[in-house]
């Protein structure tokens, strides 16, 4: 398999409920990330692992926690979410890292998505 | 606060004329900016990107240009076709910070 496969890829769970996200990448990438689309929002990243060390957490909530076992894999934990956390959680993943500067020489760092885990919450 | 701004939620183009998407940003600091493409049941994927130094930058169909001073990104598919329909996001990015607009809806009426 190629790209990036997310499972599940439809979740429904009740607010009491545990239940994690997987993403797993076949591209030989070294930084995945997670992000949330809600309807009419930007996309909002959540987390950035660079070689399996989290370099970013943007403000998200405790009730997700990521892990990052290898450069191939990363899961979402989800526990006591809220109604309004239903939305598509899309995972990425790059082969840059850090600051590339302007210009043309190391080239656009890129994300691969994949096709989204689509969470409610009751 | 919203750094990227995609005005236009959807647009409507005939088969074989030019789509025009737009998207506009406040941060100047920003070394590439993208255009992803996203079917519905998918993912985003990427379509083209432009680094900052550059104005213009061509891809077969698809032509993006960035205006910095006017802080503003627009891409061009000519001729567009049915296939085209997806929404398309703008993204800008400095090492790992990625940056999207909320989307436009482009429909391509055959």
């Known amino acids: 398999e190629t790209g990036v496969t997310q499972t599940p890829r439809h979740l429904v769970m009740g607010m009491t409920n545990k239940k994690s996200l997987k993403c797993e990448q076949h591209l030989g990438h070294n930084a995945m990330y997670w992000y949330k689309q809600s309807a009419k929002k930007p996309l909002e990243l959540m987390f950035v692992y660079s070689l399996e060390e989290r370099v970013e957490n943007n403000s998200v909530p405790s009730r997700f926690s990521p892990e990052c076992p290898n450069s191939s894999h990363l899961f979402l934990h989800l526990h006591t979410l809220q109604p309004e956390d239903s939305a598509l959680y899309l995972c990425?993943?790059?082969?840059?890292?850090?600051?590339?500067?302007?210009?043309?020489?190391?080239?656009?760092?890129?994300?691969?998505f994949g096709a989204g885990s689509r969470l409610t919450v009751l | 606060d919203q750094q990227v701004k995609q005005n236009s939620p959807s647009l409507s183009v005939q088969e074989g004329r030019i789509s025009i998407l737009n998207c506009d940003y406040t941060n100047s600091m920003f070394d590439y900016f993208l255009w992803y493409k996203k079917y519905p049941a998918e993912g985003p994927t990427f379509l083209i990107s432009i680094s900052s130094i550059k104005d213009k930058n061509e891809d077969g169909r698809f032509t993006v240009f960035l205006n910095k001073s006017a802080k503003h990104l627009s891409l061009h598919i000519v001729p567009s076709q049915p296939g085209d329909s997806a929404v398309y996001f703008c993204a800008m990015n400095t090492g790992n910070q990625f940056y999207f607009g909320t989307g436009t809806s482009l429909t391509v009426i055959p």
């Open positions: 990425a993943s790059s082969q840059g890292v850090g600051t590339s500067g302007s210009g043309d020489l190391r080239g656009a760092n890129v994300l691969t």
